[in-house]
């Protein structure tokens, strides 16, 4: 290969990104991935049993459908569709009591008691004004942002912990377990400043765009991308480990789908020491221990509405929730640790064979550890759907290590690419106007490491690819 104009290692959604971005901008691309397909979390496997399919990674892509990045592409030319379930979120209270999050801002408040009014007010303009929002927040680069109003607003309300907005902010128990399972999401204390802004966006989101998944599973997205890739003359070389910067051949551009462990690893020898020691510091977050079930029926809900959720938080109380998370940052488990649950064949009927379904579920455990947290997903489950157990067909279980061998940057068990406190929020990985940007003139950094942050959006490797453009041309 002579005569490249980037070469990008890592084929996440961050990666793939950055290629057809670059692509598309006419350079000529080399992708290198180390597994043997692309997609790094959006990887779709049949893990239990033949015609079960399972998410490796992420399955909900309220953040994909919303991206400015997968917008502008347009995936849809290349055959991406996405499937709503009839209900985005249940949150259970109790065995036979659930809070639910519908479309509906005002389905959802009607469900709330006295803080109705005052989620339909948040929650629903959010929504209403979701596209400049999202736009705002993940694109930090487009100055002056698209909804200044909307962004201020989420920032005012959102700097808060989330523990201190359930206090102040609700009244009733079951907007405050809501609020609560909603700020999960960021894998972070619930003590931590910021962890409400988690909860605004995602929540706002579900009444803007809905909480979909992709027909026929994630694998679908990083397809979509490769098939744009190779369209406009891009490579996309698999199973090909890089060790090395050396060992890539020469471009006038080389971005790096990697947290910063892995860049040490790779370029370490070329950094500046200051900047290597920055990585160096880097901090990774709560491990998910995951487990996959194929089921020969659906789940068996005490409370029946939880059947159509795509996404059920097996959560308790908002207090519940928050001291789940805060056990696990400081490297205990809770007695009753918070569950997130999806099942993703409530929306597309394609992820198992006729009448069976797919369901995944993970907790947060210390960084690291190596527990074996199946009896106790299992026996969370059970406590909302008796019976759950026999249901199964076949299971498959990925604890921190095993999401790690499958996708490298998950070190760790972090799914997020490094905590996401609001230190590392605002220095990703470092604090700069340009952070996908490195000392190194030619190279660059695009993975959930950098700005705006986890979830498949792909903003990351926008973001970067944009920055590569304006200082290369």
Not at 330 to 356: F, I, N
Request: with cysteine; proline share 7%; net charge neutral.
């Amino acid at each position: 290969m002579t005569d490249l104009d980037a070469v990008v290692v890592g084929a996440g959604p961050n990666g793939l990104v950055a290629a057809v971005a670059l692509a598309q901008a006419g350079w000529k691309v080399v992708l290198f991935e180390a597994a043997e397909r692309a997609g790094g979390g959006l990887r779709t496997e049949e893990l239990t049993l033949p015609g079960f399919r399972h998410d490796l990674g992420s399955t909900v892509h309220a953040l994909g459908l919303a991206s400015p990045a997968f917008r502008a592409l347009d995936l849809a030319r290349e055959g991406l569709q996405f499937a709503h379930p009839p209900l985005p979120l249940g949150h259970t209270l109790a065995p036979g009591s659930s809070v639910l999050l519908h479309r509906s801002a005002a389905d959802t408040a009607a469900g709330l008691g006295r803080d109705g009014r005052h989620w339909r007010r948040v929650f629903g303009g959010l929504g209403d004004r979701w596209e400049g929002l999202v736009a705002s927040i993940l694109d930090p680069t487009a100055l002056p942002p698209r909804a200044p109003r909307e962004l201020f607003e989420v920032g005012l309300n959102g700097l808060w912990p989330a523990t201190w907005t359930n206090r102040f902010g609700f009244r009733e128990e079951p907007a405050r377990a809501l609020f609560a399972g909603l700020a999960v999401h960021g894998a972070v204390d619930l003590h931590e400043p910021v962890t409400s802004a988690i909860a605004l966006l995602l929540g706002g989101l579900a009444h803007g765009v809905g909480w979909p998944v992709a027909v026929g599973g994630s694998q679908s997205i990083a397809d979509a991308l490769v098939r744009r890739l190779e369209s406009l003359g891009g490579e996309l070389r698999t199973g090909h480990r890089v060790t090395s910067l050396a060992e890539l051949p020469s471009a006038r551009a080389t971005i790096l789908d990697l947290t910063p462990r892995q860049v040490l690893d790779l370029a370490g020898d070329r950094l500046p020491a200051r900047y290597a020691a920055r990585l160096g510091r880097w901090r990774y977050g709560p491990a998910v221990f995951k487990a996959d079930w194929a089921l020969d029926g659906p789940i068996p809900w005490l409370d029946p509405e939880l059947a159509g959720a795509g996404t059920v938080h097996i959560g308790g109380t908002g207090a519940t929730v928050a001291a789940s998370e805060r056990a696990a940052a400081r490297g205990t488990m809770s007695d009753e640790p918070y569950v997130l649950l999806v099942q993703a064949s409530v929306a597309d009927a394609s992820r198992a064979p006729a009448g069976k379904h797919t369901v995944w579920a993970y907790t947060h455990i210390p960084y690291g550890s190596d527990l074996d947290a199946t009896d106790i997903l299992e026996a969370r489950i059970e406590q909302h759907a008796p019976g759950f157990r026999d249901r199964a067909l076949g299971r498959h279980v990925l604890t921190p290590a095993g999401l790690e061998s499958y996708n490298a940057n998950l070190v760790g068990g972090d799914i997020a690419g490094g905590a996401t406190d609001w230190r590392q929020l605002i220095s990703r990985p470092r604090v700069s106007l340009t952070p996908w940007a490195t000392p190194l003139p030619d190279l660059f950094l695009c993975s959930s490491s950098t700005l705006p942050g986890g979830g498949v959006h792909g903003m990351g490797g926008w973001n970067a690819a944009k920055t590569v453009l304006r200082r290369l041309g």
